[in-house]
């Protein structure tokens, strides 16, 4: 009898497994033909075995990077990537992980279910790469697995329904309709960017629209994310090389080769380890997404499906770009103070920049022209910099590898319910997560209130229960937003 | 025949236009379509019968052969439209073609 429990505890401690009993849960619920469940299943279990695969790869690349960083700098450098990052957690918090995804999803249905916060989470990667950080976050706060899971699957329910809700004021703004929200973990710096754009917004007249300029095209290359990778490390190595010596790379290092063929040849690998995570990530999710999906739509009346922030670029073209720009701008600046600071030193993610820097753009734009798309994404520059310089410290022994989580939820999250842990321990984290829950049935059950008083006068727009949005498509049926 | 749904880093939206396409596929009752997604980068010609991107990717798929164009890639409705379009225009079988 024993024997048998300990294999069963050696399956369960696959990753791999968990995560492909998660798409045959999912395959099964879609009702699926038994030769595409066994497909799906099969393919989650290589698929992510695939992703530990490339995890290797970017290791390897960025471990030469952090010795060169050490030499050169005698600080620790940072590359923020989520895919490196989560590559490297979900060696060892993979089973949290994937359980804290499947759960946390259950738990976001079930908020949107009963609370005004109609928003579906459906970017399954980000959710992913959150659930990985939560991990991390309550392990090192010393839970039991499943406590991990437990607590970790409410955190991760909170998020991903609250992240929606903070970027939405300003998404209807962008798509003039209640249809379609955000879900992306740049949701805080988002937000941000759409605060700043409208504290900064003239009294006057206001800042025209970036899509009235014409913009010079040819940045289209940005939009390929294995190459953007290769050449934007290429330049960082290259200079972190320049700085740490020939002689040092060449002994230590590269065994003799060129320091500067060696580098190059490096940050091409670590792009190619982020390619093989990503084709890893899209195998996982392939079998999952469509479950949520559907169990969600079936669930949950009046859904409003939180997208990638792709969703957004199509609204303002030249405010990507802008975005992009005024964020990288941001995380340069942010980099300089680090390194007067004599801090550990983040280094501007090319990709974080480009995709919460263009959303936080387009946002910014919407709420207060020119200004507010450069104004605002420069906050979410500063932003998706210094936040985690603060989330190091709060990850353990993840925090002192050459990466970590890119983008703001992530800093705001894990800083939160990290500090809270170190300040309270495990029964203040608890208190936390059940505190969130209170406040959020609370603030629903008050809209609702002011929904109802205001039923008779025309709604007031701001309550997502309001009358106007009582025929709100479902999930997938969103109309025309022009 | 396969439609191929792309984006830069081909998993959130470009996976949200192929479940939606696969929706609208079915809602019309076209059958023999095989449909994906993927990523900007590894795409190549010839990777699928039809690529769908949002008008946001339209300056950076030349050379991927049949491209259709998304102006928006959350609006169900332009997508139906599209799709359909799309199929009669393959030679794939559309129930009540002629309707249209």
Same mark, same amino acid.
């Given at each position: 009898m024993e024997g048998v429990l300990s294999v069963l505890l050696d399956v369960f401690r696959q990753p791999a497994i968990i995560v492909a009993l998660i798409s045959l849960v999912g395959l099964l619920l879609q009702r699926k033909a038994f030769s595409d469940v066994l497909k799906g299943t099969v393919r989650t279990l290589v698929g992510f075995l695939v992703l530990a695969a490339g995890a290797g790869v970017v290791v390897a690349s960025l471990d030469p990077f952090g010795a060169m960083f050490q030499q050169a700098f005698d600080v620790q450098g940072v590359v923020p990537n989520n895919e490196a990052i989560v590559g490297q957690v979900l060696l060892d918090y993979g089973s949290a992980a994937a359980l804290i995804f499947f759960f946390g999803f259950i738990v976001n249905v079930l908020l949107a279910a009963t609370t005004h916060f109609k928003y579906i989470y459906l970017s399954g990667h980000v959710a992913f790469y959150m659930a990985a950080m939560i991990a991390v976050i309550l392990g090192v706060a010393g839970f039991p697995v499943w406590g991990v899971v437990l607590w970790g699957a409410l955190l991760q329910g909170l998020v991903t329904t609250l992240s929606p809700a903070i970027v939405q004021p300003f998404m209807r703004k962008v798509t003039g309709s209640n249809d379609v929200a955000l879900g992306h973990t740049g949701g805080a710096g988002v937000a941000l960017s759409g605060l700043v754009a409208t504290l900064t917004r003239g009294k006057g007249k206001p800042s025209r629209s970036t899509e009235d300029i014409t913009f010079p095209k040819g940045l289209g290359f940005l939009r390929d994310t294995t190459v953007i990778v290769a050449l934007s490390m290429a330049v960082i190595y290259v200079i972190v090389a320049l700085f740490a010596g020939a002689s040092f790379v060449e002994t230590e290092l590269s065994g003799g080769q060129n320091y500067i063929v060696y580098v190059v040849m490096q940050a091409a690998t670590f792009s190619a380890g982020v390619f093989v995570i990503l084709a890893g990530v899209r195998v996982v999710l392939a079998e999952i997404v469509p479950a949520f999906k559907g169990i969600s739509e079936r669930l949950v009346k009046n859904a409003i499906p939180a997208l990638d922030v792709p969703i957004t670029f199509t609204f303002a073209p030249n405010a990507v770009l802008i975005g992009f720009l005024a964020s990288f701008v941001g995380g340069i600046v942010g980099m300089s103070v680090m390194i007067f600071a004599g801090t550990a030193i983040i280094i501007p993610g090319v990709v974080a920049h480009f995709m919460t820097g263009a959303a936080s753009g387009v946002i910014g734009n919407a709420a207060g022209g020119r200004r507010g798309a450069v104004l605002g994404a420069f906050a979410n520059g500063l932003a998706i910099t210094f936040l985690p310089l603060f989330l190091l410290p709060v990850l353990g022994d993840i925090g002192l590898s050459n990466s970590t989580f890119s983008d703001s939820d992530y800093g705001v999250v894990g800083i939160l319910f990290g500090q809270i842990s170190l300040a309270g321990g495990q029964i203040a984290v608890i208190v936390a997560i059940l505190a969130s829950l209170v406040l959020v049935y609370a603030s629903s059950l008050f809209v609702r209130a002011r929904a109802r008083r205001n039923a008779g006068r !025309?709604? !007031? *727009?701001? *309550?997502? !229960?309001s009358a106007a949005d009582a025929e709100a498509p479902r999930v997938g049926e969103t109309a025309s937003a022009r | 025949m396969k439609f191929l749904a792309v984006c830069s880093s081909g998993l959130g939206s470009s996976f949200m236009v192929h479940m939606n396409i696969e929706k609208v596929l079915k809602e019309q009752g076209i059958t023999g379509v095989d449909v994906d997604h993927a990523d900007l980068g590894s795409v190549g010609p010839g990777a699928a019968d039809v690529v769908f991107v949002g008008a946001d990717l339209a300056d950076s798929v030349g050379g991927l052969g049949d491209v259709v164009v998304l102006d928006s890639i959350i609006d169900l409705a332009e997508l139906r439209t599209k799709v359909r379009e799309t199929a009669i225009r393959k030679g794939v079988t559309v129930p009540d073609a002629g309707a249209n």
């Open positions: !025309d709604g !007031d *727009g701001s *309550g997502t !229960d | -």
